[in-house]
T-cell receptor, first 111, second 112 residues
Framework: GQSLEQPSEVTAVEGAIVQINCTYQ??????LSWYQQHDGGAPTFLSYNALDGLEETGRFSSFLSRSDSYGYLLLQELQMKDSASYFC????????????FGGGTRVLVKP | DAGVTQSPTHLIKTRGQHVTLRCSPI?????VSWYQQVLGQGPQFIFQYYEKEERGRGNFPDRFSARQFPNYSSELNVNALLLGDSALYLCASSVNRDQPQHFGDGTRLSIL
């Protein structure tokens, strides 16, 4: 089966940098995605890593190490609007390319 | 461009009833997936359809079924509703099975 672990909660102040780690176990790894979800809203796609290395999209960056079954999402220059839950999700080719999600990391940004 | 649209946005049912949830993918997207999200947890995969065929199924009972239509829209059906089926049901679409999935706002289903 598949499983993902990420911290349940992170608190930081505006302007700070936050790193959300994700470790995974899967039999048919195809890529690691990150989604942001505000309370009451839908998950919004942030980034996707299929190969090792760093992907940068504005203030957000995502990293993948397939040999370590590990990835992280880096949030820079934190803003109040970044307060949300962040989910890592692995794409499992063995099961119709479904996404298996972690439990989510709740990020609270304080003034 | 319109994103993934789902209807209805909210629904209240009683135990034993059935429900049909609808999803229209982003234009040009041929793959549709359904997920169930219970409060405080990550979404759980239910089904994936691509080119009108089922391509994946999660660990859900046979009370859950789905289909995809020629225009790539999709329906999720749940029979004999249980209290535990109360959740946010999310639909996600992608161009094909290799591209990132984009989610709709979901249908919040409450079972009384």
């Amino acid at each position: 089966g598949q499983s993902l672990e990420q911290p349940s909660e992170v608190t930081a102040v505006e302007g700070a940098i936050v790193q959300i780690n994700c470790t995974y176990q899967t039999s048919g790894f195809y890529g690691l995605s990150w989604y942001q979800q505000h309370d009451g809203g839908a998950p919004t796609f942030l980034s996707y890593n299929a190969l090792d290395g760093l992907e940068e999209t504005g203030r957000f960056s995502s990293f993948l190490s397939r040999s370590d079954s590990y990835g992280y999402l880096l949030l820079q220059e934190l803003q109040m609007k970044d307060s949300a839950s962040y989910f890592c999700a692995v794409r499992d080719k063995a099961a119709g390319n479904k996404l298996t999600f972690g439990g989510g990391t709740r990020v609270l940004v304080k003034p | 461009d319109a994103g993934v649209t789902q209807s209805p946005t909210h629904l209240i049912k009683t135990r034993g009833q059935h429900v049909t949830l609808r999803c229209s993918p982003i234009s040009g997207h041929k793959s549709v997936s359904w997920y169930q999200q219970v409060l405080g947890q990550g979404p759980q995969f239910i089904f994936q359809y691509y080119e009108k065929e089922e391509r994946g199924r999660g660990n859900f009972p046979d009370r859950f079924s789905a289909r995809q239509f020629p225009n790539y829209s999709s329906e999720l059906n749940v029979n004999a509703l249980l209290l535990g089926d109360s959740a946010l049901y999310l639909c996600a679409s992608s161009v094909n099975r290799d591209q990132p999935q984009h989610f709709g706002d979901g249908t919040r289903l409450s079972i009384l």
